[in-house]
């Protein structure tokens, strides 16, 4: 079990510059590729950067309107589908329902779905550069992007059927 700890102020304004530095990007990416970083976007954008987790746009967008009542769905997709096609966000597809998060270089992550409970854990690193290398090697395909998501059952939903 984890504990949750304050954080000193020096590690409040590294998150602070790190996400000041997200939103600069966004911007810069929006406005070379002849977007304007419009007041949608970027609540969309700014949901997906403070949120702990990937969220469907149908949370994107109750998020949003708890501030911006007449904020609609339709709205959110088309930020989602402009933020993706530049790759500032993307897309994971878990059962049939999309969900999205920040696309970070470097931030590789897979996801391990409970089919009893409906969890999702998420594993970091560089598990799948072996298997992507074989990819490229033996069937000369090369790989973009690579998005896995595994399913089974938990620990816990495990352990609460061997009772």
Known sequence: MSRSRLRSRSE???VDETMSAMARTASDALHTSGYRLTTQRQMVWDTLRLSKKHLDAEAICTSI????PRFNLATTYRS???????????????????????AEEGQDHYHLVCDEC???LHIEGDHMVPVLHHITDEHGFVVSTADLVVHGRCARCQARASR
């Open 65 to 68: 309107r708890r501030r911006n």
């Open 80 to 102: 989602l589908e402009v933020l993706e096609k530049l790759g500032l966000v993307k897309q994971t597809r878990i059962g049939e329902r999309g969900y999205y998060e920040l």
């Open 12 to 14: 409040v304004s590294r």
């Open 118 to 120: 409906g969890s999702t």
